[in-house]
């Protein structure tokens, strides 16, 4: 059994729990927590499960790397704390650890990664025996695996289209939907992660590996950005009222430029209600979709719809997400010590796992 931390109790945290409980290679060894008031709650119940797994959250990291787990689960965001993440992350590394993570956006393609993050990494690599794998939270699955599989089933491929729409009241992280992306602000608030190039910051890398795998060169990342306001104050279950006139919808794309074109796209459409820009991609059904489009011929088209914890698609798009990541842990521990992206680690199948479920 391999000993795994996981590290953050978040929306990502909690599911994390979860999947590594559920892995039949792995065993939950701690769980650590920043707030003090999770400090010696049991595990299950961060988690969500209806029963204690006999884990109590704990803030000493110090002791938890002592014990030199074999791997770790970092679910802590890194979304305005990049600096924090990185040095909690090659402090796991230096540890021996294998560390899994969404929270380094740069290093989903760590090949086109800025030194400045790349180096740290991989000399806590040299000195500690760890290694490393990112991918995205949003998830970063339908931005790399998903869409270059399906590329495969295709004789002719014109273009791959990575579609994320949502509606984002379902998502219970104030914080990022209204400060992070600008829900219900002034539609000239300057939204942190909608100031141009940083869309590329967060998604370039996955363009940049997608045509990697498709063997193409990408000449530039453009992007493109598109905001509407709500025509009516809408009241969410877990974020409050978004007012009348404020921003209601985004609408935004990272384009890999491919012989003058852009032929490998990432987009977002995000609501924060139904009834906001109606005219723009909907979900199939219910509060969100991931989709993958492949122009050519056949034209190929592929929805994914996850739900968890109480239906909610939010939650599943994070489920997905982390499993992705929990699930690599047993390849990467066989594996050498090294930085991984997407094309390196096998997406399986949950061998060993039909049919079991956490306690």
Not at 68 to 81: E, H, L, N, T
Not at 104 to 115: E, N, T, V
Not at 121 to 135: K, M, N, P
Not at 292 to 319: F, L, M
Request: charged residues 20%.
């Amino acid at each position: 059994m391999i000993a795994t931390v996981v590290w953050g109790t978040g929306n990502v945290g909690r599911a994390a729990i979860r999947a590594v409980e559920a892995h039949p290679a792995l065993k939950l060894a701690a769980v650590v927590v920043h707030n003090p008031d999770k400090v010696g709650r049991d595990a299950g119940v961060l988690a969500g499960l209806d029963v204690e797994l006999g884990i109590t959250a704990t803030s000493d990291i110090d002791a938890v790397l002592a014990a030199s787990p074999r791997a770790v689960v970092y679910a802590a965001s890194g979304d305005i704390r990049p600096d924090d993440a990185l040095a909690d992350i090659t402090r796991a590394i230096r540890a021996g650890a294998v560390v899994v993570t969404p929270s380094l956006y740069a290093l989903y393609d760590h090949r086109s990664a800025p030194p400045e993050l790349r180096e740290p990494v991989l000399t806590a690599i040299a000195e500690g025996g760890g290694s490393l794998f990112v991918s995205g939270v949003d998830p970063g699955w339908g931005n790399d695996v998903l869409p270059l599989l399906i590329s495969g089933l295709g004789s002719e491929i014109d273009a791959v289209r990575c579609q994320e729409i949502f509606d984002y009241s379902t998502y219970d992280q104030p914080d990022a939907v209204r400060w992070l992306i600008g829900m219900g602000q002034p539609l000239d608030y300057q939204a942190p992660m909608l100031m141009p190039t940083v869309p590329t910051m967060v998604w370039g890398g996955q363009i940049r590996l997608m045509a990697r795998a498709l063997g193409v060169e990408v000449e530039e990342i453009r992007e493109t950005v598109d905001r509407r306001a709500l025509d009516a104050t809408v009241t969410t279950r877990t974020m409050g009222e978004f007012e009348a006139g404020t921003q209601g919808a985004i609408r935004f794309e990272v384009q890999g430029i491919v012989g003058g074109k852009p032929l490998i796209v990432i987009e977002h459409v995000t609501r924060i209600h139904a009834s906001c820009a109606t005219d723009w991609p909907m979900p199939p059904s219910g509060d969100g979709a991931h989709k993958v489009i492949i122009e050519g011929r056949p034209r190929i088209e592929v929805s994914v719809e996850a739900t968890d914890e109480g239906e909610n698609r939010s939650a599943g798009g994070n489920a997905t997400a982390i499993g992705r990541l929990v699930n690599a842990i047993d390849w990467l521990a066989a594996a050498d010590p090294g930085l991984y992206d997407a094309l390196d680690v096998p997406l399986r199948p949950a061998t060993g796992k039909l049919g079991r479920t956490s306690r």
